[in-house]
Antibody
Framework: EVQLVESGGGLAKPGGSLRLSCSAS????????MHWVRQAPGKGLEWVSS????????YYADSVKGRFALSRDNARGSLFLQMNSLRADDTAVYYC??????????????????WGKGTTVTVSS | QSALTQPPSVSGSRGQSVTISCTGT?????????VSWYQQPPGTAPKLVIY???DRPSGVPDRFSGSKSGNTASLTISGLQAEDEADYYC??????????FGTGTKVTVL
């Protein structure tokens, strides 16, 4: 079964740090681009960051650029989000999501086809 | 990276059709066919229901359909069912190799 399981959420103080993990199973993790998407309480989805299959390219939302760092360990099937300089508005459920990473000839598909259940991050003093 | 614009809510009776709009710019929705839609019942993770504007993943009922014109994409749910009650989000891949989500629409089945 294809599965993504997030962990590492919890309570952090403003200015503090947390490291989220996402453990993948049931598919060849090393061939997929991966994402983090967050959802603040009562709010909509916000794309946070993505990393391609070989870690050559990482992208970040402006709201987290310079504070968050995305990495992966293909040997362990794991994705990591290092969150520094945390702010109250980083409070959210953080979802790990798989990009389809599918292509047909020269056409590339872009959408998130598998999601984890999320881990909750609360930033408060 | 402004969120795509969706109506906050739409409603319909069982069996009716509802359509949710998703308006972006020429840098996201208007730049490609990489528009997808996600269904999120309360307290659960999002689930893909439409990708590449109008394609349905296996297992998604054919009452879900998508379209796009210019900078606006749309999701139509035909023959509304009670289990369709959820929040729906559009998403687009952008010309900057990032993603942007819509503001979300709550679908209520009367």
């Amino acid at each position: 079964e294809v599965q993504l399981v997030e962990s590492g959420g919890g309570l952090a103080k403003p200015g503090g740090s947390l490291r989220l993990s996402c453990s993948a199973s049931g598919f060849t993790f090393s061939t997929y681009t991966m994402h983090w998407v967050r959802q603040a309480p009562g709010k909509g989805l916000e794309w946070v960051s993505s990393i391609n299959s070989d870690s050559r390219y990482t992208y970040y939302a402006d709201s987290v650029k310079g504070r968050f760092a995305l990495s992966r360990d293909n040997a362990r099937g794991s994705l990591f989000l290092q969150m520094n300089s945390l702010r109250a508005d980083d409070t959210a459920v953080y979802y790990c999501a798989r990009d389809t990473s599918r292509r047909a000839g020269f056409y590339y598909y872009y959408y998130m086809d598998v999601w984890g259940k999320g881990t909750t991050v609360t930033v408060s003093s | 990276q402004s969120a795509l614009t969706q109506p906050p809510s739409v409603s319909g009776s069982r069996g009716q059709s509802v359509t949710i709009s998703c308006t972006g710019t020429s840098s996201d929705v208007g730049s490609s066919n990489h528009v997808s839609w996600y269904q999120q019942p309360p307290g659960t993770a999002p689930k893909l229901v439409i990708y590449e504007v109008s394609d349905r993943p296996s297992g998604v009922p054919d009452r879900f359909s998508g379209s796009k014109s210019g900078n606006t994409a749309s999701l139509t749910i035909s023959g509304l069912q009670a289990e369709d009650e959820a929040d729906y989000y559009c998403s687009s891949y952008t010309s900057s190799s990032t993603y942007v989500f819509g503001t979300g629409t709550k679908v209520t089945v009367l």
